[in-house]
């Protein structure tokens, strides 16, 4: 029967509800005489009626095409298209008055109500049944989603009176928070407490949840999300019908700020000036240019006019994405732009680019730097930022570059942590190097060790930002963690500063301002969203946090400098740390220990070796939570 109904075309259909409207009239006026008590038969009025037929069907025709009823679908019969028929209902009735006069019928006012209020009562059913037997055999032909809406609110009951017209969906229940709408029933649909939606779930095979709560926050809507998500169901978040319709803005509260609000003190804007004459001109390779650091390296060297910037990167996507925003900014400028895909590590790749491109300046940015990573992946954060280093700075010295700059970070000071070891090693290579350039010549090794950068790829705010826009909770290590923070922008300003002042050995430190609490950057990030911390005095709140404890090699406070001595230089920013290093034949033997260990994939041999060159590197000993 289904398939006879899916052939029809939608002229035939519209013929099939002009005939029972037409069909109906006479049944409903048989009726109507049946149920009175009249002088003159049914039998008789019914006779007397037939003349009178082809004049109410014609009528009733052309009322129904001028009301368009025929066009209304079974499936959209309802509110105003039921409110459409009673009009047309009541114009039947009406004809039937000039047509009864005119065949000498002789019938009580009342009889013309009755035929009205029965015409219309008839037709609606009729139009509610087949409507029914449609959806049925849809269903049965193709199971229908079971839905449960959370919320019974309006957008909640008007979605669900929306599905119903939906052949292959079928909306099964609501659940509230409210307690007042518990246990009703609400447009056709008992009305659920959250607690019983696992029961409800099982018992009635749902399917998929429907989330139909604008009031609330976006983060509390994703909370419920996730706490459907957790019994195995698909969830879907609707905004209002209001925002639909573009009566409010399809939008959430969340806005990102920039970096620079979550400092907590002016940030350092002071323009490069005379330190952009050490790139001006020159052939400059930034190592990691794709990264956080080294894009904003590549930018800031592009506005000193370089000669040539080259622009090392491991990951393809990362190289394309800054060789294509690169080259869009030197559009107007006479700076040649060579990206070159590849690792560091990579020692021939390395002299080919130096002496391909004659490099004068080495920005060395390319670092596996995320702490829980490399503490499970210590080999290859090994290779990478220990190797990767000593085959660039050697390489560089070989070629005899003027200058070559190592960002390092605060991580590399008494580590307790396989990066921070790694990266301080790279400082000991760095400075072996130095010690041996020859008076008058050779590169000018400087190394500027800093603190996390707002807004970088594995920064603490983009983490927070993103456990916001899914409902939380912000997850923070401990109450008491503190860190350095610096803007991209500033901490890159300041290294090409420090490069340019360098006369060869040093290592340079940022001034970062006060360590900033972890846990009040948190709630500054949650408020700046447009959001509440939800806590013991917020109860009602929009965003918990939620202390997870330090991770695998992370301190408590992080510090930028081994020893107390230290100078200031020609930038209020920026001081000169002086610092013991090892001697080439310490590099050198254990250089060698590091690569007999990878090459024999020997993690405690490779941990043996950075443990006795880095003296200051005590795994995981900042454990002291007070």
Sequence with gaps: MLKIIKSLSRTHKRIVIIAVDTLLIPLTLVFCFAVQALPVSVGQLTLSLIPALPYMIFAAIGASIWLELPQVRLKDFEGRAVLRYATYSAAVALFLVPIAMIFGLTLPPSTYLLFGLSYFAFGTVIRFLMRGLLVELYRRAQPARRVLIYGAGTTGTELASALRAHHSIDPVAFVDDNPSLQGLIIGGLPVFAPPQTQKIVEER????????????????????????????????VLPSFSQLIGAEPLIDKFVSLPDRDFLGRAEEATPLGDAGDCYRGKSVLISGAGGSIGSELSRQVLECTPKRLVLVELSEFALYTIDMEIRQLAEDLDVEIMPVLGSVTDARLVRKCLADYEVDVVLHAAAYKHVPLVEINQLAGLANNILGTQALARESFDAGIERFILISTDKAVRPTNVMGASKRFAELIVQDLASRVPPGGGPRYSMVRFGNVLGSSGSVIPLFQDQIRRGGPVTVTHQNVTRYFMTVQEATKLVLRAGAMAEGGEVYVLDMGKPVPILDLARQTIEASGYTVRDESNPEGDIDIEITG???????????????????????????????????????????????????????????AIEAAVQEYTPDQDRNLS
């Design 205 to 236: 095979g749902i399917d998929r949840v429907l989330v139909a709560v604008p009031s609330l926050s976006p983060p509390k809507q994703m909370q419920i999300a996730r706490r459907m998500q957790g019994l195995g169901l698909e969830v879907q």
């Design 550 to 608: 330090l991770r695998p090699g992370e301190k408590m406070h992080e510090e930028l400098t081994i020893s107390d001595d230290h100078r200031h230089t020609a930038h209020v920013k920026i001081f000169s740390a002086r610092e013991e290093y090892l001697s080439e034949i310490e590099v050198a033997r254990t250089l060698r220990a590091l690569r007999e260990a990878l090459a024999a994939h020997d993690i405690e041999a490779a941990r043996v």
